[in-house]
């Protein structure tokens, strides 16, 4: 292979890559939006919290806090895939230092001007452990009342923070 056919080889290859970094990120925009436009835009429907059982094993099971939602796209320009990275703390009410951090890239497809996107379920790693879904609902009262906070990153944003809720006292 000569000097001049390397060169278009690397060429076409140039040219794949791009595309396909074109197309992943929805386009050539590098402007990041505002962060009042982002919390404008980036809007959080069919919020739902509570636990939900991760693990069973040896006659006990692990259940985890979660926060479950969806975006509506309220920018000026559609939501690329991937493009949201939602970062959300859990802390115990009351507590200063968060105990766990889940997070998630978002969404798997673009969501366009003023559509909704597909939920997801965020969560973290550390829980209750015990022998039954039953046993936890039966000793509610001594679950300490935890609360999570969600972040989203776009485009190259600082963490946003967007929204600070309790998580509900429900396995799913």
Same mark, same amino acid.
């Given at each position: 292979?000569?000097?001049?056919?390397?060169?278009?080889?690397?060429?076409?290859?140039?040219?794949?890559?791009?595309?396909?970094?074109?197309?992943?990120?929805?386009?050539? +925009?590098? /402007?990041?939006? &505002?962060?009042?436009?982002?919390?404008?835009?980036?809007?959080?429907?069919?919020?739902?919290?509570?636990?939900?059982?991760? =693990?069973?094993?040896?006659? !006990?099971? #692990?259940?985890?806090?979660?926060?479950?939602?969806?975006? $509506?796209?309220?920018?000026?320009?559609?939501?690329? $895939?991937?493009?949201?990275?939602?970062?959300?703390?859990? #802390?115990?009410?009351?507590?200063?230092?968060?105990?766990?951090?889940?997070? $998630?890239?978002?969404? +798997?497809?673009?969501?366009?001007?003023? !559509?909704?996107? =597909?939920?997801?379920?965020? +969560?973290?790693?550390?829980?209750?452990?015990?022998?039954?879904? =039953?046993?936890?609902? !039966?000793?509610? +009262? $001594?679950?300490?009342?935890?609360?999570?906070?969600?972040?989203?990153?776009?485009?190259? &944003? !600082?963490?946003? =923070?967007?929204?600070?809720?309790?998580?509900?006292? /429900?396995?799913?």
């Amino acid at each position: 292979m000569n000097n001049k056919t390397l060169w278009i080889l690397i060429l076409i290859i140039g040219i794949i890559v791009f595309y396909g970094v074109y197309r992943i990120t929805g386009g050539l +925009s590098l /402007k990041t939006p &505002s962060e009042q436009a982002i919390k404008d835009g980036i809007e959080l429907v069919n919020l739902k919290t509570g636990w939900f059982i991760s =693990e069973r094993a040896l006659n !006990k099971i #692990k259940i985890l806090p979660f926060v479950e939602l969806a975006v $509506k796209n309220s920018l000026n320009e559609p939501i690329a $895939k991937g493009t949201l990275n939602f970062v959300v703390t859990f #802390k115990v009410k009351g507590d200063k230092i968060n105990f766990d951090t889940g997070w $998630k890239i978002y969404p +798997s497809k673009k969501i366009p001007i003023g !559509k909704i996107g =597909e939920k997801v379920r965020i +969560s973290c790693t550390h829980g209750y452990i015990g022998s039954s879904a =039953e046993a936890f609902e !039966k000793n509610k +009262s $001594k679950w300490k009342i935890l609360e999570a906070t969600i972040f989203v990153k776009y485009k190259g &944003s !600082k963490l946003i =923070e967007l929204k600070h809720l309790e998580i509900a006292q /429900k396995i799913y």
